[in-house]
Each structure stands twice: as C-alpha cells, then as structure tokens.
C-alpha cells in the first residue's frame, strides 16, 4: 500500500474517559491499515495515554505526536501539538493549570501566551467559537476571534478545515480566506473519537454512561464524520488537497519530540558530602552497632554491596529512602521491607530488613550489574499513618514528586451494568443481568462465559444480545482514574516536566503517569505502600497497653514454641499470610518448625506451584515419602533446603551460577528471560547459552540437559525469597500475638478495618469459640471501636444500623461530661436522640436497663 | 422451631454477632438428617462421606492447570470453618445457588491431609440444599 501523507492530528482515545471507544493499540493498528506513517494523540485535558501510545507506534513503525485538547475561555476547544521537551513541559504547565479550576476547565489567554512555546495549536475545529460564527457566516467576527491565538503562536498556529456536518463547507471557504489574510496554514482536521462509523453507537452508550452514572450535562457527538480518514476520503470531503497536505508536514515539523524511554532517569539529591562516602560510613558504623565484633563474612557481604551500588550511582536513592525510613521510625510509623530489596546487607542494616546472611538472601536478586532499570526498595506502612510517609516526602522533594496514577478499565459486571442503565433498563433487570456474573473473566468474552459458566446458563443476558455486544465493547477500556496505591514518583527535575499534575482530595500531587509510564520513562518509583496488618499490630499493642503490658513487635522471638504449634494447628485465621483456605490447608501438610518452613510455605503457595505438581512433590519430600534426588550432585548445596526442588528465584540464580559459570548479572538476566513469555526462537537461545556454560564446566550433554530441564520447568514458578522472608517476619509477628495475646490480637484485627480474608463476624465467632467473651453495644461501655473488657471484647456502637460516628462522638462526649446514663430515659434527656436511632439502641439492648430475653 | 430474638437482633441489626451463631439452634434439625458440625469432622476418618451446612464464608476460584474452574467454598458453623472443594461436575447443576447462597448444606467426600489428619477439607458430591430463602423467610 501506497503511504498516504495524511496525518490524524486531532484524535480523543478512550483516555478521554466515557468518549473515545479505542485504546492505543487498536489506533496504531487502524493507521498502519490506513497506511499512514503518523498519528497524534490529542485526549482532552490528558497526556494518560501518550507513554503507551508511543510505546505502540514505535513498535510499528508509526511516528507518534504527542499533544492535548483544552478548553479556553470563551469554550472553544483548541489542540495542542508539543514540538519539543520546553513544549510538554509547557503542555503540561497548561493541563495542571485548566484542571486545577473548580468547575469547568479552561485555560485563559494569558496562561497560553505563557506558556506557548515548544506548541503547535489547531484551532477553528469543531466545538469552536470561530466556527460557530463562520458556520453562521459571521466572517469577522471569526477574524477577530482568532486575534488573540494569532498573536500567540504566530506562524505554529493552523486553521482547522473539517467537514463534520453541512454547514462546515461554507464555514471552510470563511477560514481559509481568514487564514490567508492571516498569513498561516490552514490543515485539514477532522476530530477523530472513533475508529468505525459503527462505533458511533458504542459512542453514544458511553455519553449516556456519563448522564446516568455522573449526571454529567453532556451531549455525544453528532454523526459518524468522527472517524478516522483516509487522506483521499479527506480530500474528497473537504475539497482541499492542500490542507491534507499540511497535516502531513506539521506531523514533520514535530518529529523531533519524542519520550526519553529506555533511559534511567534517577533524581538527582542533595546530600552533606559525597553520597557514596555517606552511604559507606552509615552502613558501616550501623554494622558496627549491630555486632561487635563484626563477623568476617558480613564485612565482606558489605563491602561488595556498596561497591556495586555507588559504582551504579544509586547511594543517593538509598539515602533518600533511608532519610524517609527515618522519619517514620522517629513518629514512631510501624513498617517492614518488601520485594527483593531484602536480600540486601545494606538494607537489613539502614531499614531493618531481615538478615541477609542468617536467612541466606542473595543481592544479585535485587541488584547487580546487568540491570538496567531503576532498583525497587518497597516499603510497607502501617496502612492509617502511610499519608503521613507520603506527605514528608513530598514536603522534602518539593515540586519533584508526584503520586502514580491508576487506570481503571471496565471489568464485564461494570460494563454490563452501567451499559444496561445506559440503554435504560430497570434497576430490578440490571440486577438479575448480573447477578452470579464474576468481576473478572479471566480472559474469556462475555459470550462465551455464557456458554461454559453454569450458573450463567438460564441468564437473561442470554437474550440482550445488544446489550451484550456493548458490554463486550466496553471491557477493558479505560473507565476512569485514581491514585495508585502507593507509589510516588521522584523526578530528577520539576514534576511537570513529565506530567500534568492535579490536587487528590488528600492534598497531594498526582501525576498522570501510570505505573508502567513510570517504568517505561525510567522514573523513580518508590512504592509507600500501607499493610494493614502493621496497623493491626499496633492496634493490638494498644489493646495491649491498656492492661499495662507493654510489647515491641520489633522485639518478637522467631523462633518461639507455642507459635509454631499454633500454627501446625491450622488454627491460623488472622495471621498474616496463612489465613486463606488453601494456606490453612498447606500449613496443616508442611507442619512447618522453624522460620526457614514459614518462607518456604510463603513461596509455595503461589498460583504457580499450586497448579504444577510442585507443591505435592515438597510436601512428600519434607515428610519422608519421596526420596529427596538432586538434578546433579554439585547442585545439592543450592537445593539441599528445599529437598532438592527449585522453590526461589534466588535458587534459579545459584544453579545457573554453580553449574554453567554464569556471573549472578548474566544467570540474573537468564531467569527474568525464562520468566517471560517465550518464543521457540528465545527457549533454543537460552538452551544453547545454558549448554555452552555447562560444557564449559566440564558437564556432559546429558546432565545438562537434565539441569535444564528442572530450571526450565520450575524458572516461572519460582518466589522471590527475600520477599517471602520479609513476609514471614510479619507472619510470625502476627501468630506470636494471637498465641500469647489472642483477646488483644482480635480486637487489633477488627479495628484495623479489612485485614485479610475474613469478615469482622468470623473474627468474633473464633473468639467466641475460643472463650473469650463477647459483649453486645452498650451506651455506657461502648465508642468507636472494639474494646478490651475485662477478658473479653466490647463491641462498638456503630456496628448498629443508622448509628453513625457521629452519633457515637455525641454519646461518648455526654458520658465522658456527666457519667454513665442512668436510664433509657435519662439518655433520651440527656442526648436529645430520638426517633429510629433510639429505636435502635433500644431494640438492640444498648440502652441501660434493658436487657434482652429469649 | 423457635429462634432466639438475640439471633434476630445480631444479623438484622448488626453487621456481627455478639450473640450465639444462628447455626446453634439449627444444629437439633440438622442433626436429626446427619449433618456434622466442623468439630465433628476432625473425628472423623478420610474418605468418610459427609453431610455438612453452613453460613456462607467466602468463595475462592484460583486459576487451575486445566483451566478448569475450582471453587474453594468456606462455611462457617458454630464450631468452625469447613472448607470444600466443588468441583465442575457439581458446579454443572449448582453453580448459581452456590453463588448466590448464604446458608449452604453440602454432601461430600472428607479428605484429611498432613501429620494426624490436620488439614481437614470435603470434596463436594452435591449441594443438599440451599436453605438461605427459607432461612431469611422465617426470619422475617
């Protein structure tokens, strides 16, 4: 196919939520059929979609242009094209500006004459003032209307010549003698929303999701012209080869902008003194206090970390973390390292990881010299106090970070439910549509699952066939936004450099840069995560402290009896990580003993090894009814822990290591290679590389062939174990309290919000069970929360239906002002509570001097 | 049968109990037809076949090998949790009351695992009765 010179310049994707019925790739998929070389991504006041889109384009071989639509003042809508770096900085300085307005977004004269440069603008398009005028023949009232651009951007502005509906041709024939007496160009530019003409009714489903859903005052777009073009369709539409043209050569004229991916970007910090030597010297003197005297073998573990990490530039990101963890320590925030960060020396020693060396962690695992990306230390807060990690950080880098956004698509429930009100059904219909239909399909349509789910069989989706076809449309396209769960970006120069950025309701900045944006740009990403089972920890030292007894959670033995019998119990509900139905049962076959069983079982119970015969084979193993084999004698050091299967990731590691002689950088590489989806052409690449180290260290074909096989098998399967030991720090933690201080445990559990699998009422049942008592809501003993009493737990007030915190604050702050209420009467003098809020305080037996009978 | 008003209070008034569990006093009726409490399992030998019931816990369907759906059902009676596992041959004719069930009663085969029989857990051979419209009728 001939290239056609056409350039779409003026395109709204689903990114511009509830709108644009395409994502990214089903864009670049419809140019390249159109065979056109470039295509804009111009989303209304949102760069969400630009990092992928170009992702994508370059993929295939199609030029990406990056831009916006903004609305100005008057209500017009212009694009917004980025020439250069100054451009996107400029662009996003504009969206942070418009979306910042309460109510409706714009952007006035004086922000864009700001903040133009770098921009090439489009104006007099459809939803325009100018046009609207020159449709109505008002020619200078046009002229004038376009003054104000004109002097902005001067020869970087372009006159829109579209054919939208009738009156757009006499309304062309205005703005092109407009925009000669001007002096600039006018560029032929249809707004695209949608790929096909029939997708003009998906369009209009998502329009009426915005009135039902939002009660939005919005209004879909007229006819099926909002589509994307071929340039002879254009040419013939618009009568004006020349105005093609143009969108060809401004597509040129902004080529040189293009997003810096696959290039590290890490911050740039500022430290008292060389970062390195900093580094070194508070990893050092924290050894020093650790242990004394310092151990041979962990002098030299950190000697070779720091090594590696100032060689790599990174001591000022591990400062900038340990400056965070800090200050978290200092309020007194409980927290916990998680991910492969905690095989690393320098981590146990700055943020109180697990030891490295005593649980025999790797730090290839987390850095070394063949990776590229930027390194992840994550870690968890307790989940009440996180904010407060979020906002030091935010104070101390200010105007460099950012919170990650999330993307939210449409799950087949939602699709199917906000289509069907969109195509006006009843509430009761819509209900019964989903009723018994899952949240997610696990990659099958909506058809299809109708077919092989059962409890879907008599469905009466089965006869809404538009409905479905809507609904099968809608999933997975983008539905709308939020806020990571804790990642915030740091960036090495002003925030809006990279993003837009707007106000959460929290008070941070939050960027428009998703998780894999930020992986892509080569941002630093520090995910602040909340673990509420951190909070549930403290909550139970708080029950705790209200019976005098003190208790550190940083100081609970590991290795404690009674906690490993309870946990061979299976009587694990609450405990962090083993609490699910499938970990009760694998802790009950594991019997586990000691803290290494607890990071194994950890490891085991993932989707992978469940669904391989992994978890079996262990099992049998550990108790004797397998014998333990080794795929080679030399591999028995690496494997002899886990009976000689492969369970962690850091073991893949030490194979490729030991048996081929690969560096832990290149064995490192190897597994994240099988790890991924593989091609035939990848496998007899890995294979042969894999063959050649082992001949290299004198195996015969044979056993290696035999090796290879083990890792190939177990390579994606396998858990990273410094994470799983991490984990099973907390895991013990939380076991140890519900052995020694089970009352105080659950009450911290219930007031921690939703801490695992369990409802609050399964919670009670088990305490119950276990005798301890459980006391009804009462006006005189209850607040807000669950309390200690005695040696059992009082429920709170609000647990009642149509008693709000509120009502409980009133009640608590009567009774901490006059005393305990005397009677149902008294307190109905005494707070002024009446009607069904009374009535339920009375009927639940809350109010003094009644109790309920059988 | 009469129901304690102290049941009705907990599960119409408050989102947890402070009371006795609802299944203390269906125990008599369900005992009369078999059933075991998740106490009793523990007594009882693998591959026994069983009558259990329960209020509905929560439903877990991990991704399988096979590709084939498993739903990991927990039911909760005064005694316990009780974990099954339902395969597709009952999820066929069941599926949707499973899913749209509060108070369940399965009959299955008891699969006891580990060192003295810890792990304890029931293959589903069919849905007894789904007894949760009763149940809220009689409620009501």
């Known amino acids: ?854 | 049968m009469k129901v304690p008003c102290e049941i009705l209070m907990d599960y119409y008034m408050r989102e947890v109990g402070a009371y006795d569990h609802p299944m203390k006093f269906l125990r008599p009726v369900f005992e009369k037809r078999g059933f075991l409490s998740a106490l009793e399992l523990r007594q009882k030998p693998q591959g026994r076949k069983v009558r259990v019931a329960g209020l509905l816990v929560m439903i877990h369907t991990p991704p399988t090998r096979s590709g084939r759906r498993v739903m990991f059902v927990t039911l909760e009676d005064e005694t316990g949790l009780i974990d099954l596992a339902v395969f597709e041959n009952v999820q066929r004719y069941w599926a949707r009351e499973i899913l749209s069930g509060g108070l369940l009663s399965f009959e299955g085969i008891l699969q006891k695992e580990g060192k003295g029989g810890r792990s304890v857990s029931i293959v589903a051979r069919r849905l007894v009765r789904n007894l949760s419209g009763p149940l809220e009728c009689f409620m009501k």
């Open chain 1, 1 to 854: 196919m001939s290239r056609d010179r056409f350039v779409h310049l003026e395109v709204e994707s689903a990114y511009t939520f509830l709108h644009g019925t395409f994502d990214e790739n089903a864009l670049v998929e419809k140019i390249k059929r159109l065979g056109q070389s470039a295509a804009a991504l111009t989303d209304r006041w949102s760069i969400h979609g630009a990092v992928r889109f170009s992702e994508s384009a370059r993929r295939n071989g199609i030029q990406s242009v990056i831009g916006a639509r903004l609305m100005l003042g008057d209500g017009s809508w212009i694009t917004l094209l980025v020439k250069d770096r100054q451009g996107f900085r400029n662009l996003n300085r504009l969206i942070t500006l418009g979306i910042s307005r309460k109510g409706r977004h714009y952007i006035s004269a004086c922000e864009l004459r700001m903040h133009a440069t770098g921009l090439v603008c489009i104006a007099a398009g459809f939803q325009s003032r100018t046009r609207s005028l020159a449709w109505r023949g008002d020619a200078n009232g046009a002229r004038i209307s376009l003054i104000p651009l004109m002097r902005i951007f001067g020869d970087d502005l372009h006159i829109a010549i579209c054919s939208h509906v009738r009156e757009d041709r006499k309304a062309n024939r205005i703005l092109s003698e407009i925009a000669a007496g001007f002096g600039v160009k006018t560029v032929a530019s249809n707004l695209a929303a949608f790929l096909d003409e029939e997708d003009l009714s998906l369009h209009r489903v998502m329009i009426d999701i915005q009135k039902n859903h939002h009660h939005r005052d919005v209004h879909p777009l007229p006819n099926t012209s909002f589509r994307l073009f071929s340039g002879p369709e254009l040419i013939n539409r618009t009568g004006c080869p020349e105005a093609v043209d143009t969108a060809g050569t401004i597509a040129e004229k902004v080529a040189n902008f293009a997003f810096p991916l696959g290039k590290l970007h890490p911050p740039l910090l500022e430290t008292e003194g060389k970062p390195d030597t900093k580094l070194s010297r508070l990893a050092l003197q924290a050894l020093a206090r650790k242990m004394a005297p310092v151990p041979p073998a962990y002098l030299i573990r950190l000697l070779r970390e720091l090594e590696v990490v100032c060689r790599k530039g990174l001591s000022g990101f591990f400062l900038l973390v340990k400056r965070l963890h800090d200050f978290a320590e200092k309020m007194g925030i409980i927290s916990s390292i998680r991910g492969s960060s905690a095989g690393s020396l320098i981590v146990h020693l700055l943020l109180n990881g697990p030891d490295p060396i005593r649980h025999d962690l790797l730090f290839e695992r987390f850095i070394n010299e063949g990776r590229g990306d930027m390194p992840d230390i994550d870690i968890d807060f307790d989940s009440e106090r996180r904010d407060e990690v979020t906002e030091w950080l935010t104070t101390f880098l200010p105007g460099q970070t950012a919170l990650v956004c999330t993307i939210h698509s449409f799950k087949v429930r939602s699709a199917v439910r906000l289509a069907a009100r969109a195509l006006g059904y009843p509430l009761e219909e819509i209900s019964r549509f989903t009723e018994c239909l899952p949240w997610s399909l696990r990659g099958i349509g909506l058809t299809e699952a109708m077919e092989r789910l059962p409890e879907l069989r008599d469905s009466p989706l089965r006869s809404e066939e538009r409905l479905v076809r809507f609904a099968e449309r809608l999933e997975g396209l983008p539905f709308q936004k939020s806020v990571h769960l804790g990642g915030v970006i740091v960036a090495p120069n002003d925030i809006l450099c990279w993003s837009p950025v707007e106000h959460t309701s929290k008070g941070f900045m939050v960027s428009q840069l998703d998780k894999d944006d930020v992986d892509s740009l080569g941002l630093l990403k520090l995910d602040l995560l909340g673990l509420r089972m951190h909070t549930a920890i403290r909550k139970t030292k708080e029950a705790l402290a209200e019976k005098k007894t003190i208790m550190d959670p940083g100081s609970i033995p590991l290795n404690d009896p009674e906690t490993y019998r309870l946990i061979r119990s299976t009587d694990t509900l609450g405990v962090f990580q083993l609490e699910s139905p499938g970990q009760r049962n694998l802790v009950g076959r594991l019997a586990p003993e000691k803290f290494e069983d607890i990071v194994a079982e950890i490891s085991l119970f993932r989707p992978g090894p469940v669904k391989s015969d992994m978890v079996e084979r262990y099992v049998k193993r550990r108790h004797g009814k397998e014998p333990v084999t080794f795929p080679h004698p030399s591999l028995e050091p690496v494997l002899r822990e886990t009976y000689g299967i492969i369970v962690f990731q850091e073991q893949v590691l030490e194979v490729v290591h030991v048996f081929c002689g690969f560096s832990y950088a290149e064995a490192d590489s190897f597994r994240r290679a099988m790890t991924r989806e593989r091609s035939v052409l990848e496998m007899a690449r890995l294979r042969n590389a894999f063959m050649e180290g082992a001949k290299g260290m004198g195996h015969s074909r044979k056993a290696a062939e035999k090796v290879f096989e083990r890792v190939a098998a177990f390579a994606a399967y396998g858990f990273c174990k410094a994470h799983a030991a991490a984990f099973a720090e907390i895991t013990l933690q939380s076991a140890y309290l519900k052995t020694h201080y089970p009352c105080e445990f659950y009450i911290g559990l219930l007031n921690a919000g939703h801490v695992g699998s369990y409802p609050p009422s399964v919670i009670l049942n088990e305490a119950k069970r276990r005798g301890i008592p459980v006391y009804p809501p009462h006006v005189n003993h209850s607040g807000t929360g669950y309390v200690p009493e005695g040696s059992g737990i009082r429920l709170p007030l609000n647990i009642i239906h149509h008693i709000g915190p509120g009502t409980v604050r009133r009640i608590m702050t009567e009774r901490h002002r006059n005393g305990y209420y005397g009677s149902a009467e008294e307190f109905r003098q005494r707070t002024s509570l009446r009607g069904r809020v009374f009535a339920a305080l009375m009927v639940t037996g809350a109010l003094p001097g009644r109790r309920m009978t059988a």
